[in-house]
């Protein structure tokens, strides 16, 4: 390439076949090849790469996928998108790259599970990571020590509403032995213990239910800070009592909407027990026992937010759990959805909230 380009996007909706001497750029410093690209690969080199976004490469098999990156030395944000129903997983199954910090991948292939067997990821000096798939049956992660922040999408192949009673969907209560948790694909345990250590999390409403019913083992995340979860009417909270026994040293916890489904296994770090359970449920008086049993008594959480807040029952009775329960608060931020018409009712009904923490202090953002 004759002339100092810095930066190059490159997209087609038809394959074509891209020359070879792009490939020998010397003054390149972010690329992004999008669709209908075919790559042939034999001599690359691009000494000043700093930025690669593939994004549903049509025609960039593994082998010339593996020769791209090892001709980028200082390469350093690495973004993976594949979405096309053509082609299985290809790119996205390996990534082996000593210098990127910064990982995004997003695979979005419903029609190939057989291909969703394994990712192998080696980056020892990423520090972000941003990983969206269905499921997979196996995760490989190695040298992972600077790694701080992940944000992760594990979508389940199945509904697990059969696992799960809920009010919606009442076909009787399995318990934990009865569950049939092998009829459910993928297996999330490695990829969890291989983050175990990061400061910052952020889960989508599928990971939660991923972390329920294809996590064998749920480790300590003993540096965990940041804690961040999205709601969704349609995803539970079962893992949520785990999840939050797991992060002893929690500060900050942020939610974005509090509406999720009801299910028998929302467990203590929610409000919301089903009518048609509580019969089924064994009676705990209301006494220190049952302090000491809830997992919001021994959470450390001194910040905590939500937003996307609509004053509904079900969610200020969720508000009046997590004041009455997390004795460690000191702030709590509030931002109340933009179409509400009644902001001063719904905030003071928030404030009225008796609040075990003497420190708490609720804010509206």
Same mark, same amino acid.
């Given at each position: ?21 792009? =490939? ?11 669709? *209908?690209?075919? +790559? ?15 994004? #549903?490469?049509? %025609? ?12 980028? $030395? +200082? @390469? ?10 053509? #082609? $299985?997983? %290809? ?13 995004? !991948?997003?695979?979005? @292939?419903? *029609? ?41 999408? @594990? ?30 694909? %993928? ?17 989508? $409403? ?18 965990? /800070?940041? /804690? ?24 900050? /916890?942020?939610?974005? *909407? ?42 450390? !959480?001194?910040?905590?937010?939500? #937003? ?14 997590? /004041? %009455? ?11 109340? !959805? ?15 909230? $008796? ?8 804010? =509206?953002?």
């Amino acid at each position: 390439m004759e002339y100092s380009l810095l930066e190059l996007y490159l997209h087609s909706d038809r394959m074509i076949d891209i020359e070879i001497e792009l =490939f020998t750029s010397k003054t390149l410093v972010k690329l992004t090849l999008s669709d *209908g690209y075919c +790559v042939e690969v034999k001599n690359v080199f691009f000494p000043a790469l700093k930025s690669l976004s593939l994004l #549903s490469v049509l %025609g960039l098999d593994y082998p010339n996928y593996c020769r791209l990156l090892d001709g980028c $030395p +200082v @390469l350093e944000d690495l973004v993976i998108h594949e979405t096309d129903d053509w #082609s $299985p997983p %290809g790119c996205s199954a390996v990534v082996d790259n000593p210098s990127i910090k910064r990982l995004v !991948v997003f695979v979005n @292939l419903p *029609g190939y599970i057989e291909h969703h067997d394994l990712i192998y990821v080696e980056a020892p000096s990423l520090v972000y990571l941003d990983y969206s798939s269905y499921v997979l049956e196996d995760y490989e992660f190695v040298d992972l020590n600077s790694l701080v922040e992940v944000r992760l999408s @594990l979508r389940l192949w199945d509904s697990p509403y059969k696992y799960d009673y809920s009010d919606d969907d009442y076909h009787g209560y399995y318990d934990d032995d009865e569950r049939k948790e092998a009829d459910i694909f %993928g297996d999330v345990t490695n990829l969890v213990v291989s983050i175990s250590h990061i400061t910052t999390l952020h889960l989508s $409403p599928d990971s939660l239910e991923a972390f329920r019913f294809c996590c064998k083992s749920m480790p300590v995340f003993n540096n965990l /800070l940041n /804690l961040s979860i999205e709601s969704s009417k349609d995803k539970g909270w079962q893992v949520m009592p785990l999840l939050l026994k797991s992060c002893p040293n929690l500060h900050t /916890l942020v939610i974005k *909407g509090l509406v999720h489904r009801v299910t028998n296994r929302c467990g203590d770090a929610c409000s919301c027990i089903p009518k048609k359970h509580k019969k089924k449920k064994r009676k705990i008086v209301m006494n220190k026992k049952e302090e000491e049993l809830c997992c919001l008594s021994t959470c450390q !959480v001194k910040v905590l937010e939500i #937003s996307e807040y609509g004053g509904s029952f079900q969610e200020l009775k969720q508000m009046r759990h997590f /004041l %009455g329960k997390l004795k460690c608060l000191e702030t709590v931020k509030v931002g109340i !959805v933009a179409d509400t018409n009644n902001n001063e009712f719904l905030e003071a009904n928030l404030l009225n909230i $008796p609040r075990l923490s003497s420190k708490c202090n609720i804010q =509206f953002i």
